[in-house]
């Protein structure tokens, strides 16, 4: 069981929001939902949940908790990395609500999907640490915006891996406009080229790119943005409208607290697709739910790694 006082408050600080979206631009081309909407909802939790990870390593090295990171033996997990604390596998996850921050966070429960629950191996060195990003309150929000525009999956996982050729990129806008266009290589590296270019003006991307994930932009385009691979019948167009404001703007994360897999799947219940929980709003597909409350301290973890002085944390 925990309280209000169990959980573990850590800065939310701009740098890692710049890591996240990073981290989670690479992961594009693993991304298969299927309609835009899904694509952009899935890219924010994998860059909300990296952000949290950040967080939680940043704070163990400055409390001097040891820890290991290995690779991810998950193959769902591509490029994944895991965190260990006296031989326990952290399982990371940060929870995603629809509405407003609950006042009385004990009130509600975890959850997870089934799916993915099902997809770990059982183990008793696995305990999930159940962590939130609390957002910052628009008329707050002090640092700048990152406006991307993912591609479609034809772009992003081309059935056939082919060059592309020299990418040709044009602008329609009154003002010059700096495009940042991310894909990967022949051997599947990740790559990134800068162009900057003048209204009207277009310029050639000589990377031998297979294939492109996102563009991102500094400043809202007021025209369309072409990119046109001669390997492609049509040029891709992106209009003004086609970008998002992927910025994480948070002001804290809280560790909540944690429960090993084993009892998890002992003691969660199931939760039908179509229900409508607070504050996670409707439940999209089969989910197991827990309470918050009877989930453990945090410090308790940190314990096993032989840390018992108290936990200094960010101001709730």
């Known amino acids: 069981m925990i309280t209000s ?7 939310f600080t701009p740098d890692l929001t710049r890591g996240s979206l990073s981290h989670a631009i690479h992961l594009l081309p693993y991304i298969h939902e299927q309609t835009a909407d899904e694509v952009y909802e899935k890219f924010q939790h994998l ?9 939680l390593r940043r704070f163990l090295s ?33 929870l995603q609500f629809e509405d407003d921050l609950p006042v009385d966070l004990l009130s509600t429960q975890v959850i997870l999907p089934s799916e993915q ?24 929000i002090l640092n700048g915006r990152y406006l991307l525009h993912i591609l479609p999956g034809f772009w992003r996982q081309p059935q056939q891996w082919n060059p592309l050729g020299g990418l ?10 700096m495009l940042e266009i991310t894909g990967q290589l022949a051997n599947q590296e990740i790559i990134s080229s800068r162009v900057s270019l003048a209204p009207g003006e277009q310029a050639v991307i000589q990377a031998r790119y297979y294939s492109v994930s ?7 385009p007021t025209d369309l943005i ?21 910025w994480l703007a948070g002001s804290r994360v809280i560790l909540i607290g944690t429960i090993g897999f084993e009892e998890f799947t002992r003691r969660s219940t199931l939760i039908r697709p179509g229900v409508k929980i607070f504050p996670y709003g409707s439940i999209d597909e089969k989910s197991m739910g827990f309470p918050i409350r009877e989930l453990k301290p945090v410090a308790a973890l940190f314990n096993q790694a032989g840390i018992h002085k108290p936990i200094k944390t960010f101001s709730a």
Request: aromatic content about 10%; proline content about 6%.
């Open 117 to 140: 629950h099902r997809t770990i191996e059982p183990s008793s060195r696995n305990v999930y640490l159940f962590a939130l990003i609390v957002k910052s309150k628009p008329q707050i």
């Open 214 to 220: 996102s563009v991102h932009i500094e400043q809202p």
């Open 226 to 246: 072409g990119i046109k691979s001669p390997e492609r019948k049509k040029v891709y167009l992106i209009q003004p409208d086609q970008w998002k404001d992927v």
């Open 47 to 55: 860059a909300e949940a990296t952000a949290v990870e950040l967080a």
């Open 5 to 11: 006082e169990d959980y573990v408050y850590l800065p």
């Open 168 to 177: 040709t990129c044009k602008y329609a806008g009154l003002a010059q406009i």
């Open 62 to 94: 400055q409390q001097n908790i040891p820890y290991v990171v290995q690779k991810s033996l998950n193959f769902a997990h591509h490029d994944q990395y895991d965190i260990f604390i006296a031989g326990r596998r952290l399982m990371l996850q940060a």
